[in-house]
């Protein structure tokens, strides 16, 4: 396993979740290229550091021993990767404070350091909320590999915080310093909202959500096709976003008793708006997760899940294959798994190794809508 090696650690780290084999490693040369830049520059152990979007732990772990670090994400996977790693390498879980990206933030920074990620309003939000965070002088630090390093990331530095610095690459990795400039406070403009027409609904959306101007169109060809006369049912949607498939579905199965679960805590949070909006105090369990995995076996009728196909900036398909396993496990016999995805995916023979019967309920020229029952 590779070593992540810098001037303030060396560090054994996995990726979340893990999987046999990993041909990725869960740090790149622009998490050694912050912690360089960082070293070089000498900061007084009394420093306060914010980390942001530090998928596997590699910035803040890092820093742990030498300054006062708090790390913020959007992901439940990387606070996994964050505490899991952490003890991998002899420290306490909870030796790195984590905020949910959700929540606000206590105090003020010195230095933050900000892998880029790949929705940059989840940056711009994160922009805004620090003009509030930073002492003055501060240095704000994105770091990315150049080839997901969009000129716009500069330009939100350049707007929310001061002066931008591109640094020269290094390893195929670039930086960008900030300096802090006060300047007035800017409002936000997330959480965003859109209508539906069938039915009548709003739905909010924060800045990290999928699809967040508007309804997707794979969501959009599986509405149609939601199973109905549910009953008293447990249903889970899996990969919630904002909500919208278990809200839908709700309102059509007034009876039945729904989870909704996403690994982000902005989906989690703007799904939790939506439901209020639409149904009330109805009960419903929402919560930011790893998947299924913490669901008991046999303790759903229902799974419904438009699945990712992708993790940050990397495309694949083991996102969707770990969510269609927890489904088969969190399934009771007889349960079934609704899924929509490009036809192009093959998802039809993938949940024809783990379900007995797979069929097609509906296609359009770029989707297919699945049921798959254990």
Avoid at 85 to 101: E, T
Avoid at 142 to 165: F, N, S, T, W
Avoid at 337 to 356: D, E, T, W
Wanted: glycine share 6%.
């Amino acid at each position: 396993m590779p070593l992540l090696t810098s001037p303030f650690a060396e560090l054994e780290l996995l990726r979340q979740p893990e999987q046999a084999n990993d041909p990725l490693q869960a740090f790149d040369a622009a998490d050694e290229y912050l912690l360089e830049h960082l070293a070089d520059q000498a900061p007084s152990t009394s420093a306060r550091v914010m980390v942001l979007n530090d998928s596997f732990g590699a910035l803040a772990i890092s820093l742990s021993r030498h300054l006062h670090v708090i790390s913020s994400g959007d992901s439940h996977l990387a606070r996994l990767a964050l505490e899991k790693n952490l003890v991998r390498n002899g420290l306490a879980f909870d030796a790195v404070p984590f905020i949910p990206a959700n929540l606000h933030w206590q105090g003020a920074f010195d230095r933050v350091l900000v892998r880029v990620p790949k929705t940059l309003a989840l940056l711009e939000e994160q922009l805004i909320r620090l003009q509030a965070h930073l002492v003055p002088g501060a240095q704000v630090i994105a770091g990315a590999m150049i080839k997901h390093l969009p000129r716009a990331a500069g330009d939100l530095l350049e707007k929310y915080i001061g002066p931008v610095q591109a640094s020269l690459a290094k390893k195929k990795a670039r930086l960008l310093i900030a300096t802090f400039k006060p300047k007035p406070a800017a409002s936000s403009p997330y959480p965003t909202r859109y209508q539906l027409d069938t039915p009548h609904l709003e739905l909010l959306n924060h800045a990290n959500v999928f699809c967040r101007e508007g309804l997707d169109i794979g969501t959009r060809a599986f509405l149609p096709h939601l199973p109905n006369n549910l009953g008293s049912a447990r249903v889970a949607d899996l990969g919630c976003g904002n909500g919208v498939l278990a809200i839908i579905s709700a309102l059509s199965n007034p009876q039945a008793h729904y989870t909704l679960i996403d690994e982000s805590y902005m989906a989690t949070q703007s799904a939790l708006e939506n439901w209020q909006a639409a149904l009330g105090d109805r009960q419903v369990n929402i919560r930011a997760d790893d998947g299924l995995a913490a669901q008991p076996s046999q303790s759903l009728d229902v799974v419904l899940c438009n699945p990712p196909f992708h993790q940050q900036q990397v495309v694949g398909d083991f996102l969707a294959w770990r969510m269609f396993q927890q489904a088969r496990e969190a399934l009771v016999v007889g349960g079934a798994l609704y899924i929509v995805g490009n036809r192009h995916l093959g998802y039809h023979s993938k949940l024809a190794r783990l379900f007995r019967g797979v069929e097609q309920v509906a296609a359009t020229p770029k989707f297919v809508v699945l049921k798959a029952r254990k």
